[in-house]
């Protein structure tokens, strides 16, 4: 690689880092036949997470960090004094060709800021999948950042080489959007997502191609002063109206020359990790956006304990359950226990009345369940459910930092 090459990488890499959107999950499985490249099965897409569930697998860049919009929050807005640097359509082919060539990575994730038009910079992020398909023959993940303001046909043509769209909802309110950046419009972003939304819908009912992995979105966290519950009804309202794959939560992160109606510190990543948990709740417990409301003190997750636990500590009338009677809908608010613990715990329990060794087999929380739960031979004693001080003994210990 030649060094004007390398300096576009690592500006335009590391300009990228703050999108958080990038998991591959969901991708068909495909495997490249003779004269093609890459795959998504067996020594396909690695999944590599940080501790705060960023996918770390692919090829993550921008196209370009010049931008026309000047979003306060943004690094790379026009206003910004960053260094600046444009990839060629060919030069992003290159990359992720031979990058995957030396196993570097095993997909690419694409997004750009906007320069000249929406329209333009949509069609060049098309390009580089369409380039990568049809003259590489590469069958890799692909996930393009969609630009909400581009015409529906320029989304359409990319929906059909990508794995996976995305368009950021940036913030959770229209006020917050119109304060921070004035020159986008939610209601534009809101019916780009849906208009994606539809055009899945039709492709997967016509059997046709259309981004199969679906659309994910992001949401930028403490940037202002919306509470954890607005912002789990804000995901509750998009998986439900757009039948989104996953909304991604990105802390805010105080930027160089920033505006000053910006926060001056990060809120503490233990609040994206919270939201990631409520979200859980949401997609796979069964929970209700009132119900995670409900697990929230004055509208904000607390921090010393999960949202499942906060929820449980709050309803300790419904408990313990009995993991021998329970149906699955409690069982899963009991903290503790997971999806598939419950799930093994179901079937385990049609053969034999379970004990509580037997549960400590089938979930490594059983610390947390004990006060929540009754085995054939356990039943919580002294009143241990509505001890004051379970919630002090439940709590996550408080994090140290290290150098290391």
């Known amino acids: 690689m030649d060094e004007a090459l390398a ?42 997470y940080t501790p ?123 006020v917050s959007l119109a304060r921070l950046a004035p020159e986008k419009d939610g209601a534009v972003i809101q019916h780009a997502i849906q208009q994606i939304g539809e055009r899945i ?26 509470t954890d519950e607005a912002l789990m009804r804000k995901s509750a309202l998009l998986y439900g109206s757009f039948n989104l794959k996953r909304v991604y939560y990105s802390a805010f992160s105080p930027i160089p020359d920033g505006s000053t109606i910006l926060p001056l510190k990060s809120p503490p990543l233990q609040r994206e990790h919270r939201l990631y948990q409520g979200d859980w709740l949401l997609r796979y417990y069964g929970f209700t956006p009132d119900d995670v409301a409900d697990a929230t003190e004055d509208g904000m997750f607390a921090l010393d304990v999960d949202p499942k636990l906060a929820w449980a500590l709050k309803h300790r009338a419904h408990f313990p359950l009995d993991v021998n009677r329970a149906d699955r809908e409690w069982l899963l608010r009991v903290p503790g226990l997971g999806a598939r613990a419950v799930d093994k715990i179901i079937r385990a329990r049609r053969h034999t009345r379970l004990r509580l060794e037997d549960i400590a087999r089938l979930t490594s929380g059983l610390k947390r369940a004990r006060p929540f739960l009754i085995a054939e031979d356990y039943r919580p004693s002294g009143g241990l459910t509505d001890r004051l001080d379970l919630r002090a003994r439940l709590a996550d210990p408080p994090k140290q930092l290290s150098l290391f």
């Open 7 to 48: 300096k576009k990488l690592r500006i335009l890499a590391d300009a990228a880092k703050y999108d958080a959107s990038c998991s591959s999950s969901g991708a068909p499985k495909r495997t490249a036949g003779k004269g093609e490249l890459g795959s998504t099965t067996g020594a396909g897409i690695c999944h590599a």
């Open 52 to 174: 705060d569930g960023r996918c770390i697998s692919l090829l993550k860049i921008l196209l370009t960090n010049y931008c026309l919009f000047d979003c306060a929050y943004c690094v790379n807005r026009r206003s910004s004094n960053v260094q600046r640097a444009k990839f060629t359509v060919e030069e992003v082919v290159t990359l992720t060709v031979e990058f995957y060539k030396r196993n570097y990575i095993e997909g690419l994730f694409l997004s750009s800021g906007i320069i000249k038009s929406p329209d333009h910079t949509m069609e060049l992020l098309t390009r580089v999948a369409k380039s990568l398909r049809r003259d590489h023959g590469f069958r890799g993940y692909i996930h393009l950042k969609s630009i909400p303001e581009a015409s529906p046909w320029l989304i359409e043509e990319a929906g059909l080489y990508a794995d996976r769209l995305s368009i950021n909802v940036e913030l959770p309110t229209e």
């Open 201 to 226: 819908v039709e492709a997967k009912a016509e059997k046709r191609r259309f981004s199969p992995a679906g659309q994910s979105t992001q949401v930028i966290v403490g940037a202002d002063t919306t």
